[in-house]
């Protein structure tokens, strides 16, 4: 096992959230989803925290957002991404043979067959798109992974919450302190999170995508704050009116797996044409 990648999957992680998160209105059981044995995955979900709580501090965020939010790695039509995406599908997940464009669009369908607005659906296509990270080089733990804020003490409610122990941000007066660099209610935008995926692909789509929008697939994995409320003392007015947004997605993102693929030859067409409505031919990643 690659000591710098601990998850068996990417979507290993997503696994324990739906044991952490359990939806008490769906009938499904554990075993509708993906599914490991609970030993495994605990094993592999807390070294992968392990190695995600050590190395996430502020200054690795810099780091990551001036070696990547340039924009200079490759450049791609969505859905040539998406099947860029899907060179990562991994053997190992024992339960669903399931590619990434699957899951995103089980996620969508769930949305349309609501009767969403079309950005919306989008959105719940394009939601993990930012996961084209590991396939430039980046570890797991820097890609996928509950997300929290940097710059600021490290909340209790995070999972894993004693890995940060190895954190050097927490014997930095600077940033160890329950508002660190940060003012009260100052506001997300100016907040700097965790580097992964969700800010990776909001940073590439907030020029194109109305501001739910944005907020869903930046603060999707933030489930210290939109489960917990650890962080209420950051968010402003928007930030609460905007993270309704957030909880509805996040029904969709974790509870739509199914056995059951999507055909994606059928609904190719309708997605092609939603991503050239709010998206141009090409994107720089």
Known sequence: MNSNNPLKSLDHWEDDLLERYPEKKKSKKKDDF?????SERQKTVSEFYRLNHKFQTYEFVIKKEKEFLSFNKRKMKVWDAIDFLNTL?????????????QH?????????????????ILTGFLHDLGKVLCLFGEPQWAVVGDTFPVGCR???SIVYP?????????HNEKYNSKLGIYNENCGLENVKMSWGHD????QILK????????????????????????????????DHEMFEWVKKFNQYDLYSKAPKPPN??????????????????????
């Open 199 to 202: 800010e990776y692909l909001f």
């Open 162 to 170: 004693e890995f940060f122990n190895d954190n050097l941000d927490i």
């Open 34 to 38: 993906r599914n490991y044995t609970d």
């Open 104 to 120: 995103l669009l089980q996620t969508s369908e769930a949305i349309r067959n609501d009767g969403h607005e079309d950005w919306f």
């Open 89 to 101: 599908v991994d053997d190992s997940d024992p339960d669903l043979d399931l590619d990434q464009t």
């Open 264 to 285: 994606t030859k059928e609904l190719k067409p309708y997605y092609q044409d939603l991503i050239s409505k709010f998206l141009p031919e090409y994107i720089n990643f």
């Open 207 to 238: 020029p194109h995508l109305p501001l739910p929008a944005l907020y869903m697939i930046r603060y999707h994995s933030f489930y210290s704050q939109h489960r917990e409320n650890a962080y209420d003392f950051l968010l402003n007015d928007q």
């Open 154 to 156: 490290f909340s209790d």
